[in-house]
Structures are given as C-alpha cells and as structure tokens.
Nanobody, 115 residues
C-alpha cells in the first residue's frame, strides 16, 4: 500500500484548498478510503470517509457542510475539498485505506489556516 498526499499549504480563514491522495499497491477502486488529520500537539482525528463507489460519504461533525470527499477511481485518486477553513482546521492531513481511519496512511500534507 502506498498513499501520497498533496495540496496542503497556508491559507487565510475562510479560504479553500483541495487535497489529493494518489494510491497504489492495492485495488483502489474496490477500497473504501478515509481522511484523518492530526492538529499540532494532538492525536489523530477522523475527518470522513468515502465508499468505493464514490457515492456514499460520511463526515465528522465539525467539518460537515465545509469539507467534501470525492474520488476518481480511473486515476486511483481521492480528494478532500476544504472550504470555509478555520484556524482549528490547522493540521497534518493524511489519507488512509479503509473506513475507520486507522489503516495504512501516507506521509501527509500540512494545512495551516492563519491570517
């Protein structure tokens, strides 16, 4: 399993970013996937997941209505659209294989929300 996240950066409150996760080493199209994040000095937090068909998604309450998970099975890629970002969204974001967020994950991409 190899997962490579990208797309993070520094953004002002209220801004947007789109993170990408490119997967290899397993059958991506049949695998549910998750995003998790780790704020500075804190543990991992589950952000949300998406089923293999790309239709069904679920989100942690604090990001509902602001974050959108999608995937393109032709490209072995999952996305996380982050909208209306808040300072408390500052974290290292990881994609993981599976629904729980505890599976193998990549090296992460840093998102910093600050004015």
């Amino acid at each position: 399993v190899q997962l490579v996240e990208s797309g993070g950066g520094l953004v002002q409150p209220g801004g947007s970013l789109r993170l990408s996760c490119v997967a290899s080493g397993f059958t991506f199209s049949s695998s549910p996937m998750s995003w998790v994040r780790q704020p500075p000095g804190k543990g991992l937090e589950w952000v949300g997941h998406i089923f293999s068909n790309g239709v069904a998604t679920s989100y942690e309450d604090s990001v509902k209505g602001r974050f959108i998970i999608s995937r393109d099975n032709r490209k072995n890629t999952m996305y996380l659209q982050l909208n209306n970002l808040k300072p408390e969204d500052t974290a290292m974001y990881y994609c993981t294989k599976g629904l729980s967020g505890t599976g193998p994950r990549g090296q992460g991409t840093q998102v910093t929300v600050s004015s």
